[in-house]
């Protein structure tokens, strides 16, 4: 979450700067959406000089009508206005359709750019609360008031529109000051340009004035950010989402803790800003409510200066009645256009903070060295890893997570990580996979550091299943692949080889059966056990030659993990595959076998020669777990 030291910081910084924010992100969306673009500027044209328009036939009417009253010339204006009318309404709702057409487009990929960021941001860097807490500020911010990168889209019509609004009024208005009253009139004092500029610099100010009241109100709402974004997680965590959960159904029924917690919380004005009595409807009823009240009333001092300065300047003979409306009109019209534009210059100030944010996260740096060298793909699998004295610290800790780890995987050969909880088992198949770079020390792919080589062709040789891996709900054959496009034959063979063979038989459509019910009524829910093989058959259908267990059955019994893992052996073939568990009957069958203990490698060996050294943590270990498996 952004700090409020954070948040003093960036409301120092220019105008400048946060006109350069908004133009970079009018500049990423215009990648994404020329014709949005192109859309807003035609559509902005259209509607801000169609009321010029309108209003100047208009006044031909009135003129008519005043002065010559000739029946065909009225005639003639009338159908004029008329099909005018229509054809600018006609364009531009065709326009509106088009900008509205292009924003959906852009709509639907609204999170992309951070979506890309946050897949390219290195392991380490996703792994940080502070990217976590950024990524979820961004969200919320876009949540409570469409603030960050949706709010520039807002702008730019406006903007558009404002900028038109006042060139065309402009235009349309010169006149009216230009246009002497007759000497002898009793008002001629307002041709003197003293009289003229007192009465521009009166109307310019009073829009100045209404723009700043409307500003300084969401400014200070703004302030209110957190306040806001805090309220609308409590409203949603308590409002709906825990209700839904259905994790937490029992536990809500046992405590009662929507009844006890929940509701308490929401209907607490200090923990709710949305409620009667919270500091932000203080605020809305006080300074931010007189603020805006203010805004209001000076626009209408603003239309009532118009109309007297236009009907002075015609009663006093300077132009006929039908200009009467046109210059209320356009005038009307121009200093609405100021009001606009000054009122989307605040806001992009104002959403300037919080772009500030967004642009921090699309700018944080990856730190990781990606070199250029490539994994030959070799058929012989022959891939030598080696961790030459590797030791590690997750950023932000003094502790070693791992210290002078030195080990080397023989081709083909299945090796066991084994050791307490916490003993460093998971860091180092994170190493390994180089979702972290070692502190100290090197990591060898057939004696090159795997820093040297690209990240993806690396990433290529291995297939891990973690401990908390993650299913989609799609197709079956889309979660086994990971591609919509598959070779089916190959995703059926690996499916049954991972142990999913018979309860493949009885899905409703095989492969195309969509998992869960998330996004498919007639979805299908898997148990632990069988989502387990369907991440193993995943793993094997990727065919790396690497193969890395993670306790993906730690929800499992040890009798049936056993089983799992040996049975993963046997179609795990020409494979090097790890295994990592804290139960060691699981690992009986490799063929060398590591124990971690506190980040270190204490013991390695086979089974027979660990378990037959009575000193070592593994005999312990053994001791310890063997009356789960005595009968095994
Ligand atoms: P194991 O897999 O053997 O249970 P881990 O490799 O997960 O152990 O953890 C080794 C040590 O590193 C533990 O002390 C753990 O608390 C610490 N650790 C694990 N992940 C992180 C992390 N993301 N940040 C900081 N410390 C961590």
Redesign the pocket.
Known sequence: MATTTDKDKQTKQSFAHYWKQNLRAWRMWYRQSPGFFAATLLSSTCGALAPYLTIWLSAQIISELAGGRDPRRLASWAALTVGVTALLALAGGALNRWREYERSRLMAVRFKPLADKMMTLDYAEV?RQEVQDLYSQILQNDNWGGYGMYQTLQLFPDFCKGAVQVAGGVGFTLSLFLTDLPADSPLAFLNSPLALFVVLAFMVLVVVLSSLCDNKATLMLTKKTEAFTFGNRIFSFYGFQMVRDRKRAGDLRIYRQLKNVGMPLMSVPSSLPFVPGSSIAKLSKGRVGLLFGLCQSLTAVMTCAVYLFVCLKSWGGAFDVGLVTRYVGSATQLFGGISLLLLTLSQVRVNGTFLDTTFRFLDLPNHMYQGSLTTEKRSDRNYQVEFKDVSFR????D?W??RHVNVKFRIGSRLAVV????????????LLCRLYDPTEGEILLNGIDIRKYRYEDYMDIFSVVF?DFRLLALPLGENVAGAAEYDRDLAERCLRGAGFGERLDTMPKGLDTVLYKELDQDGVAVSGGEAQKIAIARALYKDAPFIVL??PTAALDPIAEADIYAKFDAIAGDKTAIY?S?RLSSCKFCDAIAV?DQ?AIVQTGTHDTLVADENGLYHKLWQAQAQYYTNT
Do not use: M
């Open positions: 792994d997750y950023p932000g800790t502790r997570a791992l050791g307490p909880n916490g003993s460093g088992k998971t860091t180092f198949i994170k401990q993670d306790e990592i804290h971690f980040g």
